[in-house]
């Protein structure tokens, strides 16, 4: 029974540059939650995905968008990047909204 | 929107002593606090939860307690061991944010079991 997968696991992008970040949800699970975690920090809710719907949102500019897909998969786009977008990216699955949310190993982000 | 509080942020046990780490919430409609347990450069793993209609919950060495009135809850661990070592993060999913799964998380407590 796989996990939340995410890809990739490392990524160095410049100012400006636009990203592209994925996950696959745990078997059986069909909402995902994207997360930001700086260093040092707790993960701070960017936006969930529910039935292919934005169905709730962080305090995160329009530079960060999503998407879910009808295999429950969903992608995370930042355009614009800024060095302050370095961190961790989170993606947390669950069966259903309100469910107990199970994470990825994340994506860290580089940003020179 | 929701805060939560976590306290303290670091805490060093001896081997076998009793962790307690506590938090604190703003909404006083939150109904489900998760407790993840995060390794060095690994993924946040959840390690019990609990809902608002529960006063406790307890699994083998971990239990979780909640005080709706105060809006606190406490992860206790006991019989700690050196696999204990980690950093602890509480979370709270709010109601007036909407519901749906935003869960709010505290700052961390960084664990260390001490031989």
């Known amino acids: 029974d796989a996990g939340v997968t995410q890809s990739p696991t490392h990524l160095i992008k410049t100012r400006g540059q636009q990203v592209t970040l994925r996950c696959s949800p745990k078997s059986g699970h069909d909402t995902v939650s994207w997360y930001q975690q700086a260093l040092g920090q707790g993960p701070q809710f960017i936006f969930q995905y529910y039935e292919e719907e934005e169905r709730q949102r962080g305090n995160f500019p329009d530079r960060f968008s999503g998407h879910q897909f009808p295999n429950y998969s969903s992608e995370l786009n930042v355009n614009a990047l800024l060095l302050g977008d370095s961190a961790l990216y989170l993606c947390?699955?669950?069966?259903?909204?309100?469910?107990?949310?199970?994470f990825g190993d994340g994506t860290r982000l580089s940003i020179l | 929107g929701e805060n939560v509080e976590q306290h303290p942020s670091t805490l060093s046990v001896q081997e076998g002593d009793s962790a307690v780490i506590k938090c604190t919430y703003s909404d006083s409609a939150s109904n489900y606090f998760p407790w993840y347990k995060q390794e060095l450069g690994k993924r946040p793993q959840l390690i019990i939860d609990i809902r608002s209609n529960v006063g406790e919950k307890k699994d083998q060495r971990i239990a979780v307690t909640l005080n709706k009135t105060a809006k606190h809850f406490s992860l206790h661990i006991t019989e700690t061991q050196p696999e204990d070592s980690a950093v602890y993060f509480c979370?709270?999913?709010?109601?007036?944010?909407?519901?749906?799964?935003?869960?709010?998380f505290g700052t961390g407590t960084q664990l260390k079991v001490e031989l």
């Open positions: 979370a709270a999913r709010g109601i007036l944010t909407g519901g749906g799964n935003k869960l709010t």
């Open positions: 947390a699955t669950s069966r259903g909204e309100g469910q107990p949310q199970h």
